[in-house]
């Protein structure tokens, strides 16, 4: 994954997934595949000047 988001994923994963009880993998997929989609959303929004 891009920047090294697989290597925090691993860790945060097992951490929700014992919380959860959802599996790792499903969990890792999640963090894997929204965190970019997170991070971009904020950062355009911060480009935008959009600080309420």
Request: positive net charge; aromatic residues 2%; without cysteine.
């Amino acid at each position: 994954m891009m920047f090294g988001v697989a290597k925090l994923a691993g860790p945060v994963a097992k951490a929700i997934s014992k919380k959860t009880g959802i599996p790792v993998t499903t969990v890792t997929r999640v963090i894997e595949v929204g965190l970019p989609v997170v991070v971009a959303m904020v950062s355009k929004r911060a480009r935008r000047g959009n600080t309420k």
